[in-house]
C-alpha cells in the first residue's frame, strides 16, 4: 500500500472518530436535543412506550425546601415524561405537620401556621400571621410593613383660663381695718386686671393692671377704699363687683374673665376715712392790742404860723400900738426863733 493510501485512510480515521467524540458530547451535554431524545429513545423510554404504560415520578419537598433548584432526577423524570404517550402521575410528598408556628421554608416562601405550612402567593399577598409579627409580601413571609400613620392635625393651643376664683370674705368692715382677699387660679401666664366696680357700674378702683404672672395660684387684697390702700377714703356702704381679665401676653386678647360680689358694711357715722388722723381745729387768732395814741409833736414852722395867725387875728386894743401887748406878740416869735437856732 502506497503512502498515499494510508495518508487517506488515517484521515478518514480522524474525521469518523472526531465525528463519534462530537455526538457523543452533544448527547452529554444537550440531553434534550435531537440527538440526546433519540439516545435516550434506543435505551429505555421505547420499552415504556411498548407497554403504553404512563411513567410515574416521586418529588419530595422536604428535599425541594433544602434546594433552589430541582433535583437532578426530577429533572431527568420529567424529561423522559415528556417523550410518553401517557401524562405522568407524580407523588407529592408533604412535609410533615408538625412544624411551629412561624417557623418559615423554602426562602421565606412558605411559613408554619397551626401546624400547617402556608404559602405566600397572590392569594395570600398582604395576609398577616396570627400574631402579625409576618406579612405575605412579594412571595415572602417578612415583617410587616410600616403602616402610614396620616399626621395629626395641629392641635388648638391652649387657652386660659381663670378657675378656683372667690372673695374672702364676701361681707367686710373696712372702718374696723377689715380687708377682702381676691383668689384665682391660672392654668397658663397671663395678662391680669382686677377692677372694682360699684353698684352703678362705676368703676371704683383698679387692684392690677396688666400685671403678667405666671401659671399658679393668686390673690390680691382690696381694702375698700378708692385708691386700695389701708389709710384711703373708705368707699360708701353697698354691693360691689370685683372682675377679672386674663389677656394672652402674645396676643393682648382676651382668653377669659370672671367677676365675683362683695359687701362693703358699715354704719354711716364713719363715713369720713376714720383711719385717718383727725385734723386738728386751729386755735382762734388773738386779736392785735389797739395803736396807743401817739401826740404829735408840733414842728418849728407849725408854731411860727401859730404866732403869725394868732397876731393877725388879735383884738384891737389901746395898747395894741404901744401898749405891753404889743410885748407878747414880738416876744413869741422871737423865743421861736432863738429855740430852732439853739437845736441847730
Known amino acids: 500500500m502506497s503512502d498515499s493510501n494510508k495518508n487517506t485512510i488515517k484521515i478518514i480515521g480522524y474525521f469518523l472518530g ?10 452529554i451535554i444537550f440531553p434534550d436535543s435531537g440527538l440526546g431524545r433519540l439516545y435516550k429513545g434506543s435505551t429505555g ?8 404504560e404512563p411513567p ?36 407529592i410528598t408533604l412535609p410533615e405537620s408538625t412544624c411551629a408556628d412561624n417557623d418559615t421554608k423554602t426562602s421565606d416562601a412558605l411559613i408554619c ?27 415572602k ?9 396620616e399626621p395629626d392635625e395641629p392641635a388648638e393651643p391652649e387657652k386660659i383660663e381663670l378657675t378656683k376664683v372667690s372673695a374672702d370674705p364676701e361681707k367686710f368692715d373696712p372702718t374696723d381695718n377689715e380687708e377682702t382677699e381676691i383668689s384665682f387660679t391660672l392654668n397658663k401666664t397671663a395678662k391680669v386686671t382686677i377692677e372694682i366696680f360699684d353698684e352703678n357700674d362705676d368703676k371704683v378702683v383698679t387692684i392690677t393692671d396688666d400685671e403678667e404672672v405666671d401659671a399658679d395660684s393668686w390673690s390680691e387684697k382690696w381694702y375698700g377704699t378708692e385708691r386700695n390702700t389701708e389709710t384711703g377714703l373708705v368707699v360708701e356702704p353697698g354691693i360691689y363687683t370685683y372682675s377679672i381679665t386674663a389677656r394672652n401676653p402674645q396676643t393682648d386678647e382676651i ?27 386751729p386755735a382762734p387768732a388773738t386779736p392785735p392790742a389797739p395803736a396807743t395814741p401817739v401826740t404829735p409833736v408840733a414842728s418849728v414852722t407849725d408854731r411860727q404860723n401859730a404866732a403869725a395867725m394868732a397876731l393877725n387875728n388879735a383884738t384891737a386894743g389901746r395898747t395894741v400900738d404901744n401898749g405891753p401887748g ?19
Open 255 to 281: 382668653e377669659d374673665t370672671a367677676n365675683g360680689k362683695v359687701e362693703v358694711d358699715y354704719e354711716e357715722v364713719n363715713a369720713v376715712d376714720p383711719k385717718a388722723t383727725p385734723p386738728t381745729t
Open 326 to 344: 404889743i410885748l407878747i406878740y414880738g416876744i413869741f416869735p422871737l423865743v421861736g426863733y432863738l429855740f430852732t437856732r439853739r437845736k441847730k
Open 141 to 149: 413571609w417578612q415583617t410587616p410593613a410600616a403602616e402610614i400613620v
Open 56 to 91: 410515574t415520578f416521586t418529588i419530595d419537598l422536604d428535599e425541594a425546601a433544602t434546594s433552589s433548584t430541582p433535583s437532578s432526577a426530577a429533572s431527568t423524570a420529567a424529561a423522559d415524561g415528556e417523550t410518553g404517550n401517557q401524562p405522568p402521575s407524580f407523588d
Open 45 to 52: 423510554i421505547a420499552s415504556e412506550e411498548a407497554n403504553n
Open 113 to 139: 401556621q397551626n401546624g400547617e405550612f402556608i404559602f405566600c402567593d397572590e392569594a395570600n399577598e398582604g395576609a398577616k400571621t396570627a400574631d402579625e409579627s409576618k406579612q405575605c409580601r412579594a412571595g
Open 18 to 27: 472526531g465525528l463519534i467524540v462530537a455526538v457523543a458530547l452533544v448527547i
